[in-house]
């Protein structure tokens, strides 16, 4: 029969299983039990299974209604603000594409991306060159030991850019003379500069003349210079060696003497600012002195230079 397994196999496959599997009933057999029926789910984990696709379900759809209401509220024409807000997103397309498309833009695209090409091209050798090594373990080296001294010194570092971030507050009405009188050193290099570059670019032959008699002149130094490094480094070596302990023996004394002295050094501190304080007054008044004789001689000086600018006002400053 069609429907009857083969004399060799042990059953036939029954459909119905778990994950479209099949299950094998077997042939009876005296002896041989009969393989177990899965249980069917119950009504509580039919109810549970109901309600948590129920509860699913609810979530999506709360969660594509505010969805709805976000896009609704914002391109909504009623109160503006959708027609405002694809008005600035069409008004910055337009301008990021009309500076983008400028040739000046362009060119400066193709120089950023000409740029990080040649970074990559010249920088991913390096990671796995095996020079790399040496130079990852100094710079671990490195921050290993200057951990704790930049632990130590950030209150300080703080402190101090505080301070300059204050300095830098007071003295603002000077940077922009100094901006533009940076500004102007630019432009007066510029030319310069630019005569430097074309007469080297004019004299690339010699400049490769010279680079080449430098090279067959220093390549025989090299070997005798390092060998001299070598000899040098070792005399220093044993230099500072011995350097070291009188060294330490004299920064003790120092200390020790500077603890001794501190008493004097605290009064020797107290007369000095006592003497500025005394002072102060007279170095003010010579300032505002020095101040009004510097404007009498300006506003001399301008009359002088220019007699017609007002021939019926004559001004002059007595300085006290």
Not at 15 to 27: E, I, N, S, Y
Not at 92 to 119: C, H, K, N
Request: glycine fraction near 6%.
């Amino acid at each position: 029969m069609a429907g009857r397994p083969r004399a060799r196999m042990p059953g036939w496959c029954l459909p119905g299983g778990p994950d479209g599997a099949c299950w094998t009933r077997h042939r009876a057999r005296r002896g041989d039990p009969m393989s177990p029926i899965p249980s069917l789910p119950s009504r509580d984990d039919v109810v549970r299974m109901a309600r948590s696709t129920t509860d699913i379900t609810g979530q999506l759809l709360d969660t594509a209604g505010n969805i709805t209401k976000i896009a609704i509220n914002t391109f909504d024409p009623r109160d503006g603000s959708g027609a405002e807000a694809l008005r600035v997103l069409r008004q910055t397309t337009a301008e990021l594409a009309e500076a983008s498309a400028s040739p000046q833009a362009q060119e400066a695209f193709y120089r950023i991306v000409d740029t990080l090409t040649r970074l990559g091209t010249s920088g991913a050798p390096l990671a796995v060159h095996p020079v790399s090594e040496p130079a990852q373990a100094l710079l671990a080296a490195l921050g290993d030991t200057l951990l704790p001294v930049l632990d130590a010194v950030e209150p300080a570092v703080r402190e101090a850019s505080a301070a300059l971030g204050e300095l830098v507050d007071a003295t603002s009405p000077l940077l922009p003379a100094a901006a533009g009188a940076a500004a102007g050193t630019l432009l007066a290099l510029t030319p310069l500069i630019r005569a430097a570059a074309d007469v080297l670019r004019d004299s690339s032959p010699e400049l490769r003349r010279v680079a080449d008699a430098l090279t067959a002149a220093l390549t025989p130094l090299l070997p005798l210079q390092v060998a001299l490094a070598e000899r040098a480094a070792a005399a220093g070596a044993g230099v500072v060696r011995a350097a070291l302990p009188p060294l330490a023996d004299l920064t003790e004394a120092a200390a020790t003497t500077a603890k001794a002295a501190r008493p004097l050094l605290i009064a020797g501190e107290e007369r000095l600012v006592a003497g500025l304080e005394q002072i102060q007054p007279l170095l003010v008044a010579t300032a505002s002195r020095t101040g009004r004789a510097a404007r009498a001689v300006a506003v001399r000086v301008s009359a002088a230079v220019s007699p017609a600018a007002d021939q019926g006002v004559v001004v002059a400053v007595t300085p006290v």
